[in-house]
């Protein structure tokens, strides 16, 4: 059984930082194009960052960049997001997706999503 799941989210204050973690299982990531999305009350899923298995080349929203940053341990098949200076718009559930190797990634390319990690800000 191939699966995903997130760790490490929580309740932080306005300009903290946090490490998202996703553990896969079943098969190594390099074959995906591992992201993350999140999704707040009320709102469409909406993606955050990617990164190729290689690690040669990462990708962010915009309204992330310069203060998160996605990584991975291909060798433990884990695959995190770094987040820094947090906001209270980052509030959101958190989710980890393997997606098919073609940019861009988009919803409809993720083959597989973890169960969610919710992280809430605080002003």
């Known amino acids: 059984q191939v699966q995903l799941v997130e760790s490490g989210g929580g309740l932080v204050q306005a ?22 999305f999140r999704q707040a009350p009320g709102k469409e899923r909406e993606y955050v960052a990617g ?34 200076s947090l906001k209270p718009e980052d509030t959101a559930n958190y989710y980890c997706a393997a997606s098919d190797k073609i940019w861009p990634v988009t919803p409809g390319r993720v083959k597989l999503w973890g169960q969610g990690t919710q992280v809430t800000v605080s002003s």
């Open 51 to 84: 990164r190729t298995g290689s690690g040669t080349l990462t990708n962010y929203a915009d309204s992330v960049k310069g203060r998160f940053t996605i990584s991975a341990d291909n060798a433990k098949n884990t695959v995190y997001l770094q987040m820094n």
């Open 15 to 36: 300009g903290g930082s946090l490490r998202l973690s996703c553990a896969a299982s079943g098969r190594t990531f390099s074959n995906y194009v591992m992201a993350w």
